[in-house]
């Protein structure tokens, strides 16, 4: 009977070393890791951040989503989403020092321009997670709507960064411009299909005109061809006989050659003989002169006789000296 106390006190101790392993095992060493508590605001919605989704920075994970609420104020009609983070001090490090032995200033680290960003897990599940990064020069707004618990402002998602992009290109104008663009584009092929049909005939009936043409032309070329093929026949025919023609009167046309060659020399004698009596001082020239002259008294002695005559016509009986 002494045993059996000893024996249910060892299952009991037995049991419990398993629940501590086993909480040690599944809560890998959670129990003995310090942490701390921050809140984040986004105005994003959170579909696809659920509790224990992973917080990072610059692609280490610090820490999980603890909670998440709707907080919804009937004063102001508005709704909050409040994330509280659980981040695990001792995978930041600070001036060589883990966040266990030091508190970080969260005002000093917002002013330097840490922020919260939602950003995705996996593109499959569409889960979410928080980055947690540094990016100077963008706006701190902070809601200040959990007090006693450091706050870190959010920028917008690069998925809701493209979405506010295409909220402010005014999508419904372009829509209705592109409608606009694409009726006047079917009005425009209307056209084009109404006067294309008339077009397409007249340049049918210019296509069937050019073949008639062509084959008229080619009609042509083939009997200018043959006939001159039978020109050239023609040609060649007279050419062989002229050849032959000359060939047989060669001796002929040489002495009809040698004579007209005698004969321009002769011509050109006379020619020299003619120049040598037209010359000024020549005898024949001169004997030419006086006969000339000789001629022309007498051409004046009859014109005065004429004259005479003309007035006394009864001189040609009794002469010139009766009057």
């Known amino acids: ?31 003995f890791a310090t942490s701390m508590r921050v809140v984040v ?4 919605s959170l579909a696809g951040l659920d509790v224990g989704s992973p917080v990072t920075f610059h692609g280490v994970r610090i820490g999980s989503v603890q909670s998440m609420a709707a907080v919804f104020s ?8 409040p994330v509280y983070l659980e981040l695990e001090k001792n995978k930041v490090i600070l001036e060589g020092q883990t966040l266990n032995r030091y508190e970080p200033d969260f005002e000093q680290l917002v002013r330097a321009g840490l922020r ?26 902070l809601v200040g709507a ?10 917008p998602s690069e998925l ?48 069937d005109t050019a073949t008639q043409t062509l084959q008229t032309a080619d009609e042509a070329v083939h009997r200018l061809q043959a006939e001159a093929s039978d020109s050239l026949r023609d040609l060649d025919s007279l050419i062989v006989d002229a050849h032959r023609q000359l060939d047989a009167r060669g001796g002929e046309l040489s002495q009809t ?22 010359e000024p001082r020549s005898q024949f020239r001169g ?6 002259r000789d001629l022309a008294a007498s051409a004046s002695s009859l014109r005065g006789f004429a004259e005479t005559v003309e007035r006394n016509p009864n001189a040609l009986l009794t002469g010139r000296g009766s009057r």
């Not at 960003?117 to 701190?140: C, E, H, K, N, Y």
């Not at 050659?257 to 020399?265: G, S, Y």
């Open 160 to 207: 809701g960064q493209l979405r506010n992009e295409l909220m402010q290109l005014r999508l419904r104008e372009l829509a209705d411009t592109a409608q606009h663009a694409l009726a006047a584009i079917g009005r425009l092929a209307d056209h084009v299909d109404a006067a294309l049909d008339p077009l397409a005939k007249s340049v049918q009936r210019t296509a």
């Open 287 to 292: 004997n030419l002169e006086a006969t000339l």
């Open 41 to 44: 605001f986004f105005s994003e």
């Open 257 to 278: 050659l040698t004579e007209a060659d005698r004969t321009v020399r002769q011509a050109e004698t006379l020619l020299g003989s003619l120049n040598g009596l037209a």
């Open 74 to 81: 009937t004063e102001t009609m508005t709704v909050r989403t």
């Open 116 to 141: 919260a960003q939602l950003a995705m897990q996996s593109f499959v599940t569409g889960q979410l997670r928080i980055d947690l990064d540094f990016r100077p020069g963008t706006p701190a707004q």
């Open 146 to 155: 959990a007090p006693g618990v450091p706050e870190i402002p959010t920028v």
């Open 1 to 31: 009977m002494s045993s059996r106390p000893a024996v249910v006190g060892a299952f009991i101790l037995g049991a419990l070393a398993l629940v501590v392993a086993g909480i040690l095992f599944f809560g890998g060493m959670r129990l």
